[in-house]
Each structure stands twice: as C-alpha cells, then as structure tokens.
C-alpha cells in the first residue's frame, strides 16, 4: 500500500536561512512524487514533480526537491527562505506499478518563516 | 489562480438541507476530483471522474453525490449531513490521471 510521511507538524526558520520539509514515502513500486502547497484560504497548488530522471528535482517560488530512493526520501528544499514561503506544505506520492493512479497525501507540515 | 474555480466558497447548513457544491475547470483536462480536507488529517479522495465517467468513489457515504455533466463542471450534491461532514471541500482537475492536479480554492462547509 502506499503511504506518505510528514514527520514533522510544525517546522520554522528565519528568513535567509536554508529551509528543508521532510517527507518519506512507502510505495511497492517506482513511486511519482509531488509537493504541493496551500496559502490561507485557497486551494493546494503544484510546486514540483519526480518521476524519472535527475534526482533533484527544481520546481516554482526557487523551491526544489531531492529524490532519494535508497532513504525513501523526497525532502523539499530552499536556499533561502523568504517569509511569504509561510504556508501548509504536502507531500504526495503515486504508485506506479499498481496501476493506481490515485495520489496519497501526507498530513502536510505548516512553514512559518520568521522575519 | 489556477484555472479551478469553486462556489459558493463559504456554506453553512442543517443536518435536514439539500445543498449542491460547484466546480469549474477552464484548463481543458479531462479529469476531475473531489476531496475532503480536514485538520490534522491527509486529504481524503472522495470521488473521481475520468472524460465524465466516475472512475474511483472511495466509500464515500450516500449523502454525497457527485454529478459531472461535462468535463469542465462537477458537482457534490449534499443531503442530511452529519456535523462531522464540515470541512473543507476541495475540486480538482488534471490532464489525465497520471498528472499533477490543480485545485479549486475549496468550499468551507459548515454542518449544524
């Protein structure tokens, strides 16, 4: 079965500093995996994707994400955080090899960026 | 914005009302989902639709009903809901099932 892991709720950091929200998965295949984030009051939005290809992966807002299959990791990374990177950030993961085309979330982690 | 749009975005109702959620895509795909956020709890999928055929409907109780009349509009009919209904409810759609999903800003449904 697939499952996603967010193991922190809460994670803070000041603004300039490098910021880095974890997230591990468990899939029995070749996982595709995403980062999505949600501002106040909207929707989720798509920062980034795995799926095949160089492991660190580059996506919107100067965010990118390094695929690790050996830790079964797919940690999303900043150099520098800015504080309207505060927001609710999910991980999600989907199986390949099932043939599910579903997507499992993780239960997000919330940035805050101290100015 | 995305591309998904969602009214009403507020709604507050009785456990005895009829109420329907809307979805709007203007992006062209040709999938669309429905998914329920609650606190502290991952996204649960409610229901999928694929070229206008529902595809995946995860258990989801008969008070919610989805309706896609084509693929830019979905709808979550809502009946005699319970006070653990109230979340937030949030559209998607994407290009086919194996891409990234855009989202609708989200209904936040209150149930008294």
């Known amino acids: 079965a697939q499952s996603v892991a967010q193991p922190e709720d809460q994670v803070n950091v000041a603004e300039g500093n490098p910021l880095t929200v974890k997230c591990t998965y468990s899939v029995s295949g070749n996982p595709y995996l995403f980062w999505y984030v949600q501002y106040p009051n909207r929707g989720l939005q798509f920062l980034l994707k795995?799926?095949?290809?160089?492991?660190l992966v580059k996506g919107s807002y100067g965010f990118e994400a390094e695929f690790n299959k050996s830790q079964t990791s797919f940690h999303l990374k900043k150099p520098s955080a800015l504080v309207s990177d505060s927001a609710l950030y999910f991980c999600a993961v989907r199986d390949i090899r099932t043939g599910a085309n579903n997507l499992f979330f993780g239960t997000g982690t919330r940035l805050t960026v101290i100015p | 914005e995305t591309g998904v749009t969602q009214t009403p975005r507020h709604l507050v109702m009785g456990m005895t009302n009829k109420k329907s959620l809307k979805c709007e895509q203007h992006l062209g795909h040709n999938a669309m989902y429905w998914y329920k956020q609650s606190a502290k709890k991952p996204l649960e999928l409610m229901f999928v639709?694929?070229?206008?055929?529902?595809?995946e409907n995860n258990s989801v109780p008969s008070r919610f009903s989805p309706e896609c009349p084509n693929s830019s509009h979905l709808f979550l009919h809502l009946h005699t809901l319970q006070p653990e209904d109230s979340a937030l409810y949030l559209c998607a759609s994407s290009q086919s099932r194996l891409n990234e999903q855009y989202f609708g800003p989200g209904t936040r449904l209150t149930v008294t």
């Open positions: 795995y799926i095949t290809g160089d492991n």
């Open positions: 639709y694929s070229l206008e055929e529902r595809v």
